[in-house]
């Protein structure tokens, strides 16, 4: 249905910035929104921020905000997110993420079960 591919990985100092992509390809137009998870070694796995694709309205975990932008292209459909100010506990395996309206009205942005397509991850290491 929905393929996501991802691209960014990076190692950069405390206080750097690095930008993640993640391009779509497939059943596009049954997307709702795309979202970015991260996980840690053994830490959960957790929401970081969603783009809705329709109007651009964005959200972020408290964790983040502030110094990260998430973001998409309207043409492609490609969500980005810009990190900033970047510090060691931002290390970890970035997920990119898509929805279509099928669990819509059972789970929230914020929850992994709310979305139905994932990409492979990219990681991010940043140092003291």
């Known amino acids: 249905q929905v393929q996501l591919a991802e691209s960014g990985r990076g190692s950069v100092q405390t206080g750097g910035s690095l930008t993640l992509s993640c391009a779509p390809s497939?059943?596009?137009?049954?997307?709702?929104?795309m979202a970015w998870f991260r996980q840690a070694p053994g830490k959960k796995r957790q929401w970081v921020a969603t783009?809705?694709?329709?109007?651009?309205?964005?959200f972020y975990a408290d964790s983040v905000k502030g110094r990260f932008t998430i973001s998409r292209d309207n043409t492609q459909n490609t969500a980005f997110l810009q990190m900033a100010e970047l510090k060691p506990e931002d290390t970890a395996m970035y997920y990119c993420a898509a929805a279509n309206r099928r669990y819509a009205g059972l789970f929230s942005y914020q929850q992994q079960e709310r979305y139905n397509y994932w990409g492979q991850g990219t990681p991010v290491t940043v140092s003291s």
């Open positions: 783009v809705y694709l329709s109007n651009g309205a964005t």
């Open positions: 497939g059943a596009t137009d049954s997307i709702d929104c």
